[in-house]
């Protein structure tokens, strides 16, 4: 499986950003895609799978899919200066219907290049 993220770039607070992730592979569809962000000097971090987030985007984030379900995407409103982090998209096996159990970091088998997203205050 092969992701690539792009979207990301510099926005000021409260500003908005749509993060896309295009997926490829044979066995694609054995996979679930998620959000991942990594910030400086800090651990990468659970964004978003289907409708679940993180606690600190909810409400904000919205998960989708493209209808070629090869795509998916992150819209990104209200955009805060901690969101400040290298945004990834991530392939995970579907061994669960409970998109909760892929909050996981060591599931995902797959991870994209990265996209640099920076809000300034």
């Known amino acids: 499986v092969q992701l690539q993220a792009s979207g990301g770039g510099l926005v000021q607070a409260g500003g908005s950003l749509r993060l896309s992730c295009a997926a490829s592979?044979?066995?694609?569809?054995?996979?679930?895609m998620g959000w991942w962000r990594q910030a400086p000097g800090k651990e990468r971090e659970f964004v978003a799978i289907?409708?679940r987030y993180a606690p600190s985007v909810k409400g904000r984030f919205t998960f989708s899919r493209g209808d070629a379900k090869n795509t998916v995407y992150l819209q990104m409103n209200n955009l805060k200066p901690e969101d400040t982090a290298v945004y990834y998209c991530?392939?995970?096996?579907?061994?669960?219907?409970?998109?909760?159990?892929?909050?996981?970091?060591?599931?995902?088998?797959?991870w994209g290049q990265g996209t640099q997203v920076t809000v300034s205050s």
């Open positions: 991530a392939a995970a096996l579907r061994t669960s219907d409970s998109f909760a159990y892929y909050y996981n970091r060591d599931l995902y088998e797959y």
């Open positions: 592979g044979p066995t694609l569809s054995r996979y679930h």
């Open positions: 289907s409708t």
